[in-house]
């Protein structure tokens, strides 16, 4: 099995930065790519960032791509959102997600497994 671990959210000022880390854990060798989605209270879990493994091509939500970043470090099975500019619409739980099938992977359902989640909270 596969763990994932979110680190680095928290509470911030408008404006202000953060860098969110995953690490994978466990039987990863099937990974194809790992993302990143938020859930802020009262709306669906949304897309995000997604990194694919191979090549490490990287792609983002349309509203997403000026002040997300996302990176990875291979060798330490850990992917990155740096987060810009935070606004307080940015507030939400942020969760790292692995896929290693087949499916769109801007979409939560392509992904197995799951890591618990580091809330972001962006005051005014």
């Known amino acids: 099995q596969v763990q994932l671990v979110e680190s680095g959210g928290g509470l911030v000022q408008a404006g202000g930065s953060l860098r969110l880390s995953c690490t994978a854990s466990?039987?990863?060798?099937?990974?194809?790519?790992m993302g990143w989605f938020r859930q802020a209270p009262g709306k669906e879990r949304e897309f995000v960032a997604g990194?694919?493994?191979?090549?490490?091509?990287?792609y983002y939500a349309d509203s997403m791509e000026d002040r997300f970043t996302i990176s990875r470090d291979n060798a330490k099975n850990t992917v990155y959102l740096q987060i810009n500019t935070l606004k307080p619409e940015d507030t939400a739980v942020y969760y790292c997600?692995?896929?290693?099938?087949?499916?769109?992977?801007?979409?939560?359902?392509?992904?197995?497994?799951w890591g618990q989640g580091t809330q972001v909270t962006v005051s005014s």
């Open positions: 997600a692995l896929r290693d099938g087949y499916g769109n992977s801007r979409l939560a359902a392509a992904y197995r497994y």
């Open positions: 466990g039987r990863t060798f099937s990974t194809n790519a």
């Open positions: 990194i694919r493994w191979g090549g490490g091509n990287t």
